[in-house]
């Protein structure tokens, strides 16, 4: 298992790539990509148990499900140096003809995507119904799920987190990506939704908060207490409270790089912030 | 002129129940979820039999859609289960994104579709359905007529890989497809030889298509009735064949003329034999509270309707 230097360069190079991607089609999805670097990083190499090779069926390892499909970048990027297919191909992002996708697809037949993602609000449903199947099958494993906060704005999340307390969903650990942004500002502007953690726990979840969603470690710490908190009875939510556009000073902090594409100037101050610690594809 | 026998009323959704009760028997990756409406969609005796495969999910339709697409991951073989109008309308995205895009092996069970579901009115009586599903990219549409084909296509549909949209209804109409008769997905079924005029029918319309070919019959008219149960593959040969034959149709439908099997046809003919076509079906309307066979007769949707059809597209020829 990697240890945290190695976790931190990774993201590191994570952050170049999701920059580097973005700004070649002039388009995509950077700030909550980069802010969510730490996380998948940390998920795919260091949480998560998985299988060698991509099997859709995903039996005897842990799942993960994007519900928040925006955040191709860093799901992509966190794919292909996890060994899911060629680093390389993140040079096709957007692309036509591509597999990667503007919106993670399993239509293109992308190793590591199980489910489509990007109209809002279904993937949590995808993951209990994975879950279940996981118990159907007696499959000791974990079935993760990532969800935007400002994506908790859509009624089906609302279902979903009813049916999973209820029916006791308790091998589910549903990820909510706290950094506080949408797209037509602060999440508290758009539509505040005062306290997801009161909302989850009226609903019947257990919560914990991960305060510096950024920090490897902290990370790690974090994913491995609500890994104990699996299997009993309940599932499991986790607040990542992390900063939009993290790792990129000029990003940092505003919804304004949600769904923009760095210019020529701004992608080198960009990727000066991030040096190049495994090499770029 | 060959003929079919009622062998007496029976509902179309309790079809569908009889052959989710043999699935849960014979294949143990088949499981039901349903949305409140298990008495209705016919499915209390596969939870009676197999509680843990059983799937309540409450008044959730687009949460239930969701749990149907992640189940397949891991092997299973969802049948979902609600009204016509909250399979699909409710759930268009849903069913886009998570089950037709992603390629999930989700049957989604559709009952009290169309005006026959009767005293409820328009708010459940969907009549753009079999449209909405038909235009997603690799979905099967299946629209039974009797309750030993809805039996039937339940158990085919199982066995066939990728989305399925089955279509059925409440109310107890006659019983006359052979019991335990092979289903074949996206192959029509000719009830009848004739030489005049082709009546393809589907869902409810079909019987009424028999009543109108006997009709016919008497009065020296040779009508070819096509039981088309599956929508989506269309099976083009066999339209094709029997308008190269008879040299006009009628299309009969309990859906909206927009969207429906008719304009399915249309195309067909439009680019491989351009012929004349009436269209029984309801004409860009929503539907309202009566009895069934009151709203098949004002909207349009029974024998007389097709043998008045049939009279004008042969004066067309």
């Known amino acids: 298992m990697p240890n945290i230097q190695q976790l931190e360069d990774l993201t590191t190079q994570v952050r170049r790539d999701i920059l580097r991607m973005v700004h070649k089609v002039n388009s995509g999805h950077p700030g909550g990509s980069l802010g969510c670097a730490e996380f998948f990083v940390t998920l795919y190499q260091d949480i998560m148990e998985t299988n060698e090779g991509f099997d859709m069926d995903g039996k005897g390892e842990d799942l993960f499900f994007l519900s928040n499909g925006h955040i191709s970048p860093v799901y992509y990027s966190v794919l292909a140096r996890s060994g899911y297919f060629p680093v390389d191909e993140l040079n096709t992002f957007r692309l036509i003809d591509s597999r990667l996708q503007g919106h993670p697809t399993t239509h293109e037949g992308l190793p590591g995507v199980r489910i489509a993602s990007g109209s809002l609000g279904q993937g949590m449903s995808v993951a209990i119904g994975a879950a279940e199947a996981k118990k159907l099958n007696n499959d000791n494993h974990i079935v993760y799920s990532l969800h935007g906060d400002g994506e908790l704005q859509e009624g089906q999340n609302w279902e979903a987190i009813m049916y999973a307390a209820a029916r006791k969903v308790d091998n589910l650990i549903s990820i909510i990506d706290l950094n506080g942004q949408q797209i037509d500002g602060s999440t508290d502007n758009v539509l505040p939704m005062g306290s997801i953690k009161n909302k989850f726990e009226a609903f019947g979840w257990t919560v914990i908060e991960i305060e510096e969603g950024n920090n490897v470690e902290a990370i790690i710490k974090g994913m491995a207490e609500a890994k104990t908190l699996t299997g009993k009875g309940k599932p499991v939510c986790v607040l990542l409270k992390t900063v939009m556009g993290n790792g990129v000073d000029f990003m940092m902090h505003t919804h304004a790089w949600h769904g923009k594409a760095p210019n020529d100037e701004q992608l080198e101050i960009g990727l000066a912030q991030n040096a190049e610690t495994l090499g770029d594809y | 002129m060959k003929t079919y026998t009622n062998t007496g009323n029976k509902d179309t959704r309790s079809g569908f129940g009889a052959g989710l009760t ?19 969609l016919k499915m209390d005796e596969f939870k009676a039999n197999h509680p843990e495969r059983f799937f309540q999910v409450g008044i959730a339709e687009a949460n239930m859609i969701g749990i149907a697409a992640g189940m397949t991951i891991g092997g299973k073989i969802p049948f979902t289960g609600t009204f016509a ?15 037709a895009y992603s390629d999930k092996n989700v049957k989604i069970c559709a009952s009290h579709a169309g005006v026959t579901l009767g005293e409820d009115g328009a708010t459940h009586q969907i009549l753009e359905d079999i449209g909405l599903m038909k235009m997603l990219p690799g979905m099967t549409v299946i629209n039974t007529c009797d309750y030993n084909q809805t039996k039937a296509a339940t158990l085919a549909i199982a066995k066939h890989h990728g989305p399925v949209y089955l279509r059925f209804g409440r109310p107890k109409v006659p019983n006359f497809t052979p019991e335990n008769g092979e289903f074949k997905i996206g192959k029509a079924v000719k009830l009848t030889e004739g030489s005049d005029v082709t009546i393809v029918a589907t869902g409810h319309l079909v019987w009424e298509a028999l009543e109108a070919a006997k009709a016919l019959h008497e009065k020296g008219i040779s009508a070819e009735v096509i039981n088309i149960h599956t929508i989506k593959p269309l099976d083009d040969q066999a339209i094709l064949d029997s308008v190269s034959k008879t040299g006009c149709i009628v299309t009969a439908e309990e859906h909206n003329y927009l969207g429906g099997l008719g304009e399915s046809v249309a195309r067909v003919l439009a680019q491989h034999h351009p012929a004349p076509q009436e269209f029984v079906a309801t004409n860009d309307t929503f539907g309202e509270s009566g009895t069934p066979a009151q709203l098949m007769e004002k909207y349009g949707l029974n024998s007389d309707a097709i043998l008045k059809a049939v009279n004008t597209v042969l004066k067309r020829k």
């Open chain 2, 85 to 99: 109008n909250f399979s699909t309308g409710r759930v268009y995205d849903q069913i886009r994104q998570s089950v």
């Open chain 2, 22 to 40: 043999e699935l849960g028997k014979t294949n143990g990756n088949v499981v039901a979820l349903c949305a409140d409406l298990t008495g209705s």
